[in-house]
């Protein structure tokens, strides 16, 4: 079955230290993986499509198809980064049913 | 472009009252999704179209909860009869067709069920 899976509810960490936000998946198919994140009662944004490769508000994630995973990194928290964060994962027929993780609280201390 | 528009913001129904979400995808995005957000569940996709077609319902918990696309421009997702446990934040979002396009979602409605 097809599933992603964040290990963690919740991540604290200092302003400047290292984020690294888990994400596994299973899907048997090409997987198309995304982040997003909401901010405090605000919609969901895209943060990161894999097949872009791009780097968004510092955030970069690389797709570990041996390892299943999508793990988002930032060197430097910022204050700014306080959010709900969101692994999701494109499955079903022209893999356009969005399925998502259960997110990670990620809260940046001063 | 205004971004998919989701009225009312908030509602607060009681028990047993029929309740209508609005949906209105942006221009040219040819999927539509529904999705319910809660503590406990996280973000669960209800239901799916395609050119206004129903893909997948798997996720509708209910016969009490039904989805209709009329127009590629408008969406509603209908309640009947609301219970308490149905009380969550429910978001829309639409995508164009291709691989490099990612979902926009709407700013959700806070359904609140006394």
């Known amino acids: 079955a097809q599933r992603v899976t964040q290990p963690e509810k919740l991540l604290s960490v200092f302003k400047g230290a290292p984020v690294e936000l888990k994400c596994n998946y299973s899907?048997?198919?090409?997987?198309?993986l995304f982040w997003y994140v909401q901010y405090s009662r605000q919609r969901l944004q895209l943060l990161l499509r894999h097949i872009s490769r791009e780097s968004i508000k510092g955030f970069t994630a690389d797709l570990n198809k041996g390892e299943t995973s999508f793990h988002l990194k930032k060197p430097f928290a910022q204050e700014e980064d306080s959010a709900m964060y969101y692994c999701?994962?494109?499955?079903?027929?022209?893999?356009?049913?969005?399925?998502f993780g259960q997110g990670t609280r990620l809260t940046i201390n001063p | 472009d205004a971004g998919v528009i989701q009225s009312p913001r908030h509602e607060v129904t009681e028990m047993g009252q029929e309740v209508t979400l609005r949906c209105k995808p942006i221009?040219?995005?040819?999927?539509l999704f529904w999705y319910r957000q809660t503590m406990m569940r996280g973000l669960e996709l209800l239901i799916y179209f395609n050119n206004n077609v129903p893909i997948d319902d798997s996720g509708m918990p209910e016969d009490r909860f039904s989805a209709k696309m009329p127009n590629a421009s408008f969406s509603t997702l209908k309640i009947q009869p609301s219970e308490p446990r149905d009380s969550a934040v429910y978001f829309c979002a639409s995508r164009r067709t291709g691989l490099h396009y990612g979902y926009t979602f709407g700013s959700g409605t806070r359904l609140t069920v006394v």
């Open positions: 999701a994962l494109t499955v079903g027929p022209g893999a356009q049913k969005l399925v």
């Open positions: 221009s040219g995005h040819d999927y």
């Open positions: 899907y048997s198919g090409s997987p198309e």
